[in-house]
């Protein structure tokens, strides 16, 4: 199954500063690749689609990029609100497979 | 809305049986491929078990095969994951997923449940 990893694993950022996130996929996933925001005690909520497709409710600030094996999930100024694990997840071949995940921590 | 809201979860000693449901509301769920998928602590999410719109599919992974099982009751919008010789490394909350594509399956999920906590210890 493809591995995908994620860097780094935790990512301290002053809010206003950019946020910069990485997923790395084990062979070519194409632009088959979404992000999931989690915060603590709920479930995944779906960001990012086909890569640089935003899902409903999440602003502009939010940002996708790559194609084949790297992936970027760029945040360019951070709100409070935006403080969570995001995990990035293929489902260009079966199983669909998920990275390990950053914390967006407060610095 | 789209609303899924887990239930079962609990505490069982190894060897043992549970069975979680799912209910869904908000949206036309017979038409839709449903997953669970499960996160266990500080580890990545896992998926675990996938049925498709019609029930006519079934996949599951390596780890639960042959133990567990998924259906669904369109009728009741419900859907199901019967989990027989529970081991300790099977506890996580599970979260049931809908799939974001009608019909043909996407695998990547546009609405989870709350999640539900399995703990699985003697």
């Known amino acids: 199954e493809i591995v995908m990893t994620q860097s780094p694993a935790t990512l301290s950022v002053s809010p206003g500063e950019r946020a910069t996130l990485s997923c790395r996929a084990s062979?070519?996933?194409?632009?088959?690749v979404v992000w999931y925001q989690q915060k603590p005690g709920q479930a995944p909520r779906l960001l990012m689609s086909?890569?640089?497709t935003r899902a409903t409710g999440f602003p502009a600030r939010f940002s996708g990029s790559g194609s084949g094996t790297e992936f970027t999930l760029t945040i360019s100024s951070l709100q409070s609100e935006d403080f969570a694990v995001y995990y990035c997840q293929q489902y260009n071949k079966w199983p669909p497979t998920f990275g390990q995940g950053t914390k967006v921590e407060i610095k | 809305q789209v609303q899924l809201v887990e239930s079962g979860g609990g505490v069982v000693q190894p060897g043992r049986s549970l069975r979680l449901s799912c209910a869904a509301s908000g949206f036309s769920f017979s038409y839709y491929g449903m997953f669970w998928v499960r996160q266990a602590p500080g580890k990545r999410l896992e998926w675990v078990a996938y049925?498709?719109?019609?029930?006519?599919?079934?996949n599951y992974a390596g780890s639960v095969k042959g133990r567990f099982t998924i259906s669904r009751d369109d009728s009741k919008k419900t859907l199901s994951l019967r989990m027989n010789s529970l081991r300790p490394e099977d506890t996580a909350v599970y979260y049931c997923a809908k799939d974001w594509a009608v019909t043909t399956p996407a695998a990547y999920f546009d609405s989870w449940g709350q999640g539900t906590l399995v703990t699985v210890s003697s």
């Open positions: 062979q070519s996933v194409s632009s088959n």
């Open positions: 086909g890569v640089s």
């Open positions: 049925i498709s719109y019609d029930g006519s599919e079934k």
